[in-house]
Structures are given as structure tokens and as C-alpha cells.
């Protein structure tokens, strides 16, 4: 069977290592000569929009699946056409769009901050008197790892904001003062069959995710799998989902849900029976999805901006070291470690003994 993967960078690039022991094989659409996972399939070097390469795509592949958001519309209409695209289209149009998954997500009945749709100077102005400061101005499109939000303090003057802007459609949303964050990562076969891996505690700087922790039997757990679930069905999801949420006390805000693999759940290659990158690859060729269950206690820290002396972190025996073949720049995810501790102590000790590394 083959996969096409639009995108290939290192969602790609961990979803086709994942497949391969399946017997699958990978056709990748990526632009960029050098994209880390170009070398991991077949590659198709065009636009996502290029229709010669699109077409000869739908020739070649069973089924389409992609590592990112924002894939034209226009294409994934096109393939659909032709062959299956997972997840479904109706996801992707709604997970791109901040707008579009908090609406989903109160439809549901999944608690979400307070947000307002803002989309000129006046609404901006409304939506703060509404909502209040501190509360945080994101664009609807395109932000990810913090990128494309703007902070409103007491004294932040909105006309600069507004300005900084530029007219892109925005969300404002209230300032959630979360005990904490987690998410969860879900995963739906065409015939319907979920499983759902164990939420994960996330932390993050400067809106970039930096460690994330698997919490088996956590209380949240019920409730996190309720929200997914509601979701996967709502959406005719195939694939693997992700929700990050917040958590206040025992309720969960959904924040963002991401319709592919996910950053928080890199830990599930070591640290779980079956990872959410073979999970995703049987979701959408309907095999039988693979145990969620944990391998030990495990967390995973992502490498940002730099890469560490291999050797300094290889000497730490028990530690997992995925370097995404990308030149470091700073803010860039160039690679994650993960570590599957025997215990909860021993996991935060070799948390600690990566962190003394890096
Ligand atoms: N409404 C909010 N209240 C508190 N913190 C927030 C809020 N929105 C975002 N953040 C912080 O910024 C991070 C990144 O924001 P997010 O909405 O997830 O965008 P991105 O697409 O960049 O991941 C979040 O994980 C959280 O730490
Ligand atoms: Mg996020």
C-alpha cells in the first residue's frame, strides 16, 4: 500500500519511519529540495498546489494524509475527488481556523475561554471590553508555536495592536489562568475503532512546547476522552487527533486541536506499546489499531534552536535521541529526546540528567 504525505518535514519524516515495518510505502509533497523526510519516500518536489503533481499523486498513492493545517483547500478537494484524503477535509477546514474549532468545540459542549471574533479596529475594541485584560489576540490562521499573538495588558494600547495586526482575521480570548495544560491524542480507524493514549502534561516557553510528560491514570483522563470522542465523531474523523487543553481544577478548557500527530505525543515512539505515528498509519489503511498502553513513565523534551553534542546525550543510558536532519535557527524544533523511566522518580532523574546536557 502506498501513502501519500503532504508535508515533509519531521511529521513526515516520524509517520514514514513509523510505516515502513508495515510495509508501506510513501510518496511526499514538499516543496523544499531539503525537507528532512524527502529522502524517506518518494519525493514529489512542487507547490501543495500544483495540480500536474497533485494529479500524478492521486495516480500513485492509496490514500492521502498530510503533517500539517494548512494545505490549500482547493487541493485537498481535488484529491478527494480521486482517492480517500484522511482525516477528513471537514477537520482540516475546521482545525485551521481558531475561529472555527472554538465554535466546534462549544457546539459540543467542550468548555473552551472566553473568545470574540474580531475582524476590524471596532470589534477589536469591543471584544476588550467584553472579554477584559489581561487576554490575548491570536490571528484565526497560520500561528503556530506562539506565533501570531499579541498579548493585551492593562496599559497595551490597542490601536498598536490593531496596527501590528495588519487586517488578518483575528480571535481574542480571555487569559486562562490553567493549573496546567494537557492534551490528548486520539486515534479513529475508517471503521470506526478509537483508542486514546494517556494525556499528557505540556510545558511550555514562549508559546513553544518544551517538555511533555505522559500521565498514565490521570483524573482528567474520563473527561479528556469524553471531549476527544465527541470530536472524532462529530468530525467523521479518521486518523490521529490531538486536543490541548487547560486545566482549571477538574474542568478542561479545549485551547487547539491539531488534525495529525501531534508534538505532545512524540513520547509515544519508546514510550507507548503502538506510537500515535503507526496508529495514524493503520487509522487510515483501517487496520487494527495498536495498544495506547505505556512503556514505563514517559516524557519527552523537544531540542530547540540547537542541536546537543550526540555523544553527551548518548551516554545517558536509557535516553532516545530523534534529530529531524534540520540546521538549527533559533525557535526551530530540531529534535526531541524521550525517556521512559521505570518509575516516576527515575523518570524526573533522567529528566533531569537530559536537562544538564542540552
Ligand atoms: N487563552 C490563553 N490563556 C493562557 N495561555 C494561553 C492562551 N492561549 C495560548 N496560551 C499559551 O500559549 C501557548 C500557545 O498557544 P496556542 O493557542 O496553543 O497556539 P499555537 O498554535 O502557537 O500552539 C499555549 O500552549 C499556552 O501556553
Ligand atoms: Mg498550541
Known sequence: MKIGIIGGGQLARMLALAGYPLGLEFVILEPAEDACSAHLGEHFCAPYDDRQALEALAQKVDVVTYEFENVPASSVEFLQQQIPVYPPPKALACARDRLNEKTLFRELGIETAEFAEVDSYESLCQAVERIGRP????????????????????????EAVWCNLNGVPAILEAL???????????????????????????????????????LADDPVQT????????????????????????????????N?????????????????VCSQFENHMRAISD?????????GYPAMINLIGTIPERSSVLAIPGVHLHLYGKSPRPGR???????????EADRTGLQGKVTNVL
Not at 473527561?223 to 481544577?249: C, M, P, S, T
Not at 487496520?287 to 512503556?295: F, V
Request: glycine content about 10%.
Open 287 to 295: 487496520q487494527p489499531l495498536g495498544s495506547t498502553e505505556n512503556i
Open 333 to 343: 524544533k530540531v529534535g526531541h529526546i524521550t525517556v521512559c523511566g521505570k518509575t
Open 256 to 272: 487547539e486541536m491539531a488534525p495529525r500527530v501531534h508534538n505532545s505525543g512524540h513520547w509515544s515512539i519508546e514510550g507507548s
Open 176 to 214: 486562562v489562568p490553567f493549573d496546567r495544560e494537557v492534551s490528548i491524542i486520539a486515534a479513529k480507524r475508517v471503521s470506526g475503532e478509537m483508542v486514546f493514549y494517556p494525556v499528557a502534561k505540556n510545558i511550555h516557553e514562549e508559546g513553544i512546547l518544551r517538555v511533555s510528560v505522559s
Open 135 to 158: 487576554s490575548l489576540l491570536k490571528t484565526r490562521t497560520l500561528g503556530y508555536d506562539g506565533k501570531g499573538q499579541q498579548m493585551i495588558w492593562e496599559e497595551t494600547d490597542l
Open 223 to 254: 473527561l479528556a476522552e469524553a471531549y476527544a470522542r465527541k470530536v472524532l465523531d462529530a468530525l467523521d474523523y479518521v486518523g490521529v487527533l490531538a486536543i490541548e487543553f487547560f486545566q482549571l481544577g477538574d474542568r478542561l478548557l479545549a
